[in-house]
């Protein structure tokens, strides 16, 4: 994949790692090399003291012979024959003597002039000798008086062990470098993949879901990380999509037969009343069920309204002072007749004394309305619907309780949610009490439900008093 996860960790996190390991380990095989050549260094160093001294005494002129006795018997006595090679070469740059008993021609020893030159009668030089082996050799100036020289002791160390040994050392460090970059490598691919095969899966499914399908889920991640809560939370959003998508199907069906039943009634007792001519009873009949009917299709538009309005923030209230025993008591009135007309027992438990509270009377009738409609709604003939005011120091509770059909411990929960329908044999769009508890949390209220499937349902109403 061109922009993949994979090559950006690649081109990123490895090759800077893979980077910063070869840059330690040149530069640890440049300070191992650098310490081994001050070791010889130092070694070469400590032989240029005042021991040579004592076997070339500078306090009055050498000549060639006794510089030449001076020198065998320097070399004879130099213990360190098996660690380094020693010259002892006189002033016209000539080795005199040797301490592997050969002569030497043609060789190249720079450092010998470098250290006529120096203030401190010595100076160091490492290269190669005419047989190809590489050396570091150091001289050290005899003075012979105060401006002249006798000659020089030169000090011959072999590096072609040494360059071996680090050699081995590099070998050793490189192979390390190589182990460590395939054990990065290695970790960090496992490492890598265990992301990107979920991230994969995920991508998947949300590719499914963005499609439409939302009975996909991505099976359990291995590992309690981030990347598991993501997976579980896709899990979720699919369910509750899924869900929210099954709710809206039935809503959109419940609406559509609830907006026919109406308009179906309208349409035909419209075509009844324009084939009619005499018959003033039908007449009068035909137009009560229009009116009905068109006030029910009413009720439900703004209910839709009420619910666009919530849906956008922008269900608001015109609060005032208002007498909750009387909005409450009209609102009781509207049910008078229908309790008497679809058989069911209207109970009521109000205070005849005002109580006052700050609120939309309006919403707040809707409210009421909503609830005791829900409690004819899913009750039975011979049931029967009980409405109580009750007070105390901080709130006023409204109580509306049935004897219907209840609600199963399921679907209680969900009740309150927008297009939830707990039943859907009895008519209504869903909303209804989702907007009325959003109306009562506007008055700072709280509302509460309870119920038992088949025994009825109990729905208290909290609201602040006026302090």
Aim: some cysteine; overall charge neutral; charged content about 25%.
């Amino acid at each position: 994949m061109k922009n993949s996860i994979v090559k950006r960790w690649a081109m990123s996190v490895l090759a800077s790692t893979i980077s910063v390991i070869l840059l330690v380990g040149v530069l640890v095989g440049i300070m191992l090399k650098k310490q081994y050549y001050e070791s010889v260094s130092m070694t070469l160093n400590s032989r240029a003291t005042s021991l040579v001294m004592s076997y070339f005494n500078s306090s009055t002129p050498i000549d060639s012979d006794n510089f030449n006795i001076m020198a065998k018997r320097f070399v004879d006595n130099f213990t360190d024959k098996n660690v380094m090679e020693v010259w002892v070469i006189d002033k016209n740059g000539t080795v005199v003597v040797s301490s592997t008993g050969f002569s030497v021609e043609n060789e190249v020893f720079p450092d010998f002039d470098y250290a006529k030159s120096s203030s401190t009668g010595k100076a160091e030089w490492i290269g190669k000798m005419q047989n190809g082996e590489k050396v570091m050799a150091l001289s050290y100036i005899i003075p012979d008086g105060e401006q002249s020289i006798s000659g020089a002791i030169r000090y011959i160390i072999s590096l072609d062990d040494i360059d071996r040994q680090i050699l081995i050392i590099w070998s050793i460090i490189a192979f390390i470098i190589i182990l460590i970059v395939i054990i990065v490598v290695t970790s960090g691919m496992f490492f890598i993949n265990s992301i990107i095969n979920p991230v994969r899966k995920i991508n998947d499914t949300a590719s499914k879901i963005a499609k439409g399908d939302f009975n996909v889920s991505i099976e359990k991640h291995k590992y309690d990380d981030e990347i598991g809560q993501l997976c579980e939370t896709i899990n979720n959003m699919a369910f509750e999509i899924g869900e929210a998508e099954r709710i809206k199907n039935e809503f959109i069906s419940t609406v559509s037969h609830e907006l026919r039943t109406p308009l179906t009634a309208i349409k035909g007792w419209g075509e009844t009343i324009k084939e009619t001519q005499n018959d003033e009873v039908l007449l009068n009949k035909g137009l009560d069920v229009i009116v009905n009917e068109s006030e029910r299709l009413t009720d439900m538009v703004e209910d839709l309204l009420d619910f666009s309005r919530m849906e956008s923030g922008k269900l608001s209230l015109k609060t005032s002072q208002i007498d909750v025993v009387k909005e409450l008591s009209e609102v009781l009135e509207v049910f008078v007749s229908r309790s008497e007309r679809e058989g069911i027992l209207l109970q009521t438990f109000i205070p005849k004394s005002s109580i006052i509270i700050y609120g939309d009377k309006n919403r707040l009738k809707q409210s009421f309305v909503n609830i005791i409609d829900n409690s004819f709604k899913y009750n039975k003939k011979g049931g029967t619907v009980k409405v109580s005011l009750n007070v105390d120091n901080k709130y006023v509770k409204v109580v509306i309780s049935d004897d219907g059909c209840g609600i199963s411990k399921n679907d209680l929960p969900k009740v309150r949610e927008k297009f939830y329908k707990a039943n859907n044999s009895v008519r209504g769009s869903g909303i209804g009490l989702a907007v009325t508890d959003e109306i009562i949390k506007l008055h700072n209220g709280n509302m509460q439900i309870e119920s038992e499937l088949g025994k009825g349902t109990t729905v208290m109403i909290y609201l602040p008093r006026r302090k």
